[in-house]
């Protein structure tokens, strides 16, 4: 599934002097003087997916599903190729290896689909009294969804706190996931710490006691081969525009006897199979969840953002890069006594994410004396604030560096001799 | 290019600021949060006969926001409320984007500084946090 570009490729792209990616992104091209170190918020993209946009208006654009003439049939065949590839890329196949197209539903963004979990397959599981155990590490899209889900059923919402370096252990997850736990619902990748939570132990705890498993994929999929079948989950969530596709796309995955037990959240055209006037029948899954037009040129570019990061750069070599630019922070960020990573010290738990601070000084300065030289990083409270409550951060608020494949070692060096100035700033 | 983090003057009400304590006897108190930020500011007046005896603050944020709440006490202690809430409109003016005269940024005096914070959206609320604060207190 992984089509990566092997193993001497890897090496090549961990050479992170050298950097052969940028010149595919116009925005990075076009502006030698920024470090762009956001990429947890959004990717920036390669001009081959803007092409994609914009050639799907040029070429194939008519409404899908609609229309008996060819122009709409390509744009439908269009959409259905990217849902294969999709499944093919998080490995959504069958025991033959299949793709499994169908079980791939389009929406706006990844907090859409947790929302469509959280609002149509929750109130078929959860009963008065049953739990919903989630991380305290996760986006409030992967939160506010669950206490909502949990007000409406009557249930309780349960925490996994890790430990201090982001940890889950199997104790916490042993003394959390129990016969009333319905629901476990997890970041795969912390969007503030940057670790990877041990997937297949949540789902064999949970799936032990009858339960279900929903993982927020969004940010894995931009650095990781996911595999949704040997991971064991139910359902997975993510966002195209977090790795290299447009804004407005988000994907679940759910298990096929899942999606098809759930009513629509929406529901309107592109949707039915038959309506009267008084009753519908749904469309089968996954139009059933696919009220109105969708954005084809959206998915269209998000099929060749696939592409290039799983083709043409890989997910070997877009590890082995991350690892090294990770690594390489890590170490120079060492060199400067006044900041304080948060979460792990190991540099190979921090998945393109690390959060800081800078010693009595708030992140939002931090924020605005880096943009002053180019160094672009989020400052603020993450959208994870029951985590940054729980770590007793100050202000609510850290600092985040977030890297990318496309990042190199001179991103890395300014951000660094920009924390220099922030801290000559405050302390002349 | 104009960068508040250089002025020393500016700085200087960040690092050192003399408006920021608890007051005795306030007659006015009122708080301000700005949630984006976590910034969270206590402001206190002491005002007699319609005149600003004594204004001061307490609380945490960023340094524009801290040094923009020591400069306004700074500015309205000694003033009429009148005044003090002519000077307030004045800077929320000047923080939108909006032109002064000349004799408005003598009027604002060291508060003109924070002029360049309309070209930093982001940053706009904590720069108005105390100001707003002072607006809604004598409203």
Known sequence: ?428 | MGNLYTSTTFMEHNSHPDYKYEMDAPTHEHDGINPSCGDELTLQLRVEDGVIEEASFTGHGCAISQASADIMADLITGETVEEARRLSALFLAMIRGEELSEQDYEDLDEAAQLKDISHMPARVKCAELAWRTLDGMLA
């Not at chain 1, 596709?245 to 098809?260: A, F, K, S, T, Y």
């Not at chain 1, 630019?325 to 400067?336: N, S």
Request: hydrophobic share 45%; charged share 20%; net charge negative.
């Open chain 1, 1 to 428: 599934m992984n089509t990566g570009t092997g193993t001497e490729q890897a090496a090549a792209a961990a050479d992170i002097q050298q950097n052969p990616y940028k010149a595919d992104f116009p925005l990075l091209a076009g502006r030698p003087d920024i470090a762009f170190l956001d990429s947890g918020a959004t990717a920036q993209r390669p001009a081959c997916v803007l092409d994609a946009h914009r050639a799907f208006y040029e070429t194939m654009n008519a409404n899908p599903l609609r229309g008996l003439y060819s122009l709409s049939v390509a744009a439908t065949d269009a959409i259905e190729q990217v849902r294969a590839q999709i499944a093919q890329v998080i490995g959504a196949v069958d025991d033959q290896g299949r793709p499994q197209a169908r079980d791939i539903v389009f929406t706006r963004n990844a907090s859409e689909s947790l929302n469509l979990v959280a609002k149509s397959f929750a109130p078929c599981v959860l009963e008065p009294g049953d739990e919903v155990a989630i991380t305290i590490m996760e986006h409030h899209s992967n939160l506010i969804p669950w206490q909502e889900a949990c007000r409406a059923a009557g249930a309780r919402l349960v925490y996994l706190y890790p430990t201090k370096t982001g940890e889950l252990t199997d104790e916490e997850i042993a003394a959390k996931v129990g016969p009333r736990t319905k629901i476990v619902a997890a970041a795969h990748v912390s969007n503030v710490l940057g670790v990877e939570n041990p997937i297949r132990k949540l789902a064999d705890a949970v799936h032990a006691h009858g339960g279900y498993l929903v993982v927020d994929g969004a940010q894995s999929v931009p650095h990781m081969a996911v595999d949704v079948r040997a991971l064991g989950m139910d359902f997975f969530a993510f966002s195209a525009h977090k790795a290299l596709g447009p804004m407005g796309i988000g994907v679940l995955w759910g298990r096929h006897e899942l999606l098809d037990e759930m009513l629509p959240m929406l529901t309107g055209g592109e949707m039915i199979d038959s309506v009267t006037e008084q009753e519908a029948v749904w469309a089968p899954v996954p139009e059933k969840f696919e009220a109105g037009t969708q954005d084809a040129a959206g998915i269209y570019a998000t099929g060749e953002a696939l592409r290039y990061l799983t083709e043409h750069v890989g997910y070997d070599a877009v590890r082995a890069r991350e690892a090294a630019l990770v690594a390489y922070t890590m170490e120079r960020l060492a060199e400067l006594p006044y900041v304080e990573i948060i979460g792990s010290p190991d540099a190979a738990d921090h998945h393109g994410v690390i959060s800081f601070n800078v010693q009595g000084i708030h992140p939002h300065d931090v924020a605005s004396i880096l943009d002053m030289s180019g160094v672009c990083i989020r400052a603020g409270h993450h959208c994870a604030q029951p985590l940054l409550t729980w770590l007793g951060v100050e202000n609510l608020a850290c600092c985040r560096a977030s890297l990318a494949f496309y990042n190199d070692a001179t991103d890395v060096d300014r951000f660094i001799d920009g924390l220099e100035t922030v801290w000559r700033t405050f302390h002349a």
